[in-house]
């Protein structure tokens, strides 16, 4: 120990960090330096964090010690090779690219994140539980023998394998951010919680670890995730980002959150799944997706999919959704608890709110809804109607002469009379008949192009269009007026 407090930076020695009074022969006025007294000093705890320490730190045989904080220091090897009484050890946050804990057989956990470990050797460390070694450059860490590790913590170095033998009580393995190809997680029977999100695998069996509670696997380019079926603690699936086809979670019946988004998925199943909450399957080639089982959904982002049609009868509590970008023609909510709906992007001609007195914002933007179809909500909601499709009248662009054009749904919207404007080649032009939104043309308007904008002030800015249609005479056996 003395040997390390003595090393110096070019400035201070390390000694000299720790305590303004440091002295080299006086163990007493090393600060953070704790001695027990086992028939001689021996050292029992040292407690150095945040003091800028540098260099090499040979703590190897000292048997006694049972405790190292190093936390955000400078030091760059640690060696603690044979101290069999050590217990915890924290050296995250310095510059170490050794570090030896061999012969430490009571050691329980082990924190050094933030390091430039390349190599960590844990073989046969029999009573270690925590192992957090994060952000470091590993392309080699051996676990094998470490038979009562319950959390491993290995993200964000170079990984590219990782291997379990003998980790029986593994619980928890946070692998994200590596190189892995692939993992074998057969062994691991208790297994709760795993997150090997941005690697590069190409598929997952998950067939084994029937403790799971827990998925992460979010940026690879896995194409199925097998055994995935019968899982019965399982509660959330993060796995967006990859290239599956098929997710069935039918046997799930814990599961309460999903994230599938940006995937290539034709085919979700979600029966059965009664607890889920939140699901999230934006971004794939969904045509269909069933939630008759899913009472208890709350949020549903579904969006950027192929769905035509979207049953929402059994989601009595739902809060939150998002079916933009679809081909949905029509969208009945029953929900009494809405508070968000974001529908935009679709055909839809219907749109039905049960109970808009929570909703907070509603965007129905490009659809093709008209001020008869636009749910009236009160002012105080967020409410995007802007830019509906055009509306067709006649019949592939005729419109015979005094054949009706029926606004009369149109005419009148919760007590404000719309505005009807028609036009023609040369400007403005006035139909023969106007009766509550009933127009006709006669024969005076015959081989003219005409068309119609109409507003509301219910729904400020909203301009409706319709086709241009051409006047002709009137077809063969059409009464004449």
Request: charged share 25%.
């Amino acid at each position: 120990m003395r040997d390390f407090l003595e090393q110096w930076d070019g400035r201070r020695k390390n000694g000299e960090k720790i305590s303004p009074k440091y002295d080299p022969d006086d163990p007493a006025s090393w600060e953070g330096v704790i001695w027990i007294d086992a028939g001689e000093k021996r050292l029992f705890k040292i407690d150095l964090d945040n003091k800028y320490l540098t260099g090499t730190l040979d703590l190897s045989g000292c048997s006694f010690l049972e405790t190292v904080n190093l936390y955000h220091n400078r030091i760059e090897k640690l060696i603690l090779e044979d101290c069999t009484g050590l217990i915890y050890c924290n050296c995250m946050s310095n510059m170490i690219h050794m570090l030896d804990v061999s012969g430490c057989l009571k050691l329980e956990q082990l924190y050094c994140l933030d390091n430039q470990l390349r190599e960590l050797a844990l073989v046969k460390l029999p009573e270690l539980k925590i192992v957090c070694a994060g952000n470091n450059n590993l392309i080699y860490l051996d676990i094998s023998g470490c038979e009562n590790l319950e959390t491993l913590v290995c993200t964000s170095n170079q990984l590219k394998n990782l291997v379990f033998k003998g980790n029986r009580e593994l619980r928890e393995v946070f692998c994200a951010n590596n190189l892995l190809k692939e993992l074998d997680l057969s062994s691991l029977k208790k297994l709760e919680v795993l997150d090997c999100s941005s690697n590069l695998l190409e598929s997952l069996d998950v067939g084994n670890n029937f403790e799971l509670v827990k998925l992460i696997c979010n940026n690879n380019n896995i194409k199925e995730i097998k055994g995935m079926k019968y899982h019965p603690r399982l509660e959330e699936v993060f796995c967006k980002s990859n290239s599956l086809v098929e997710l069935n979670f039918e046997k799930c019946t814990a599961i309460k959150k999903i994230d599938c988004q940006d995937n290539e998925l034709e085919d979700l199943i979600v029966t059965d799944c009664d607890e889920l909450d939140e699901l999230y399957c934006s971004s794939n080639f969904l045509s269909k997706l069933d939630l008759s089982t899913n009472t208890n959904l709350r949020i549903l982002h579904c969006d950027m999919n192929q769905l035509s049609d979207l049953d929402l009868g059994f989601a009595g509590n739902l809060t939150h959704l998002n079916c933009s970008k679809n081909n949905l023609s029509e969208l009945v909510i029953n929900s009494t608890e809405l508070q968000e709906v974001d529908c935009s992007y679709n055909q839809l001609q219907r749109l039905e709110i049960a109970d808009p007195a929570k909703l907070f914002s509603l965007d129905c933007s490009y659809n093709r809804l008209t001020f008869a179809t636009l749910p009236i909500l009160e002012t105080y909601t967020i409410y995007n109607y802007l830019y509906q499709d055009i509306i067709i009248i006649g019949n592939d662009g005729k419109l015979y002469v005094h054949e009706e054009v029926d606004f009369s749904a149109e005419a009148v919207i919760d007590g404000v009379r719309t505005e009807f404007r028609w036009y023609g080649v040369g400007g403005p032009v006035s139909p023969t008949t106007e009766n509550n939104g009933n127009f006709t043309f006669g024969y005076n308007f015959i081989g003219e192009l005409i068309y119609c904008e109409f507003t509301n002030n219910k729904f400020p800015g909203l301009v409706l269009d319709t086709t241009e249609v051409r006047v002709l005479p009137p077809a063969p056996g059409q009464k004449s007026r």
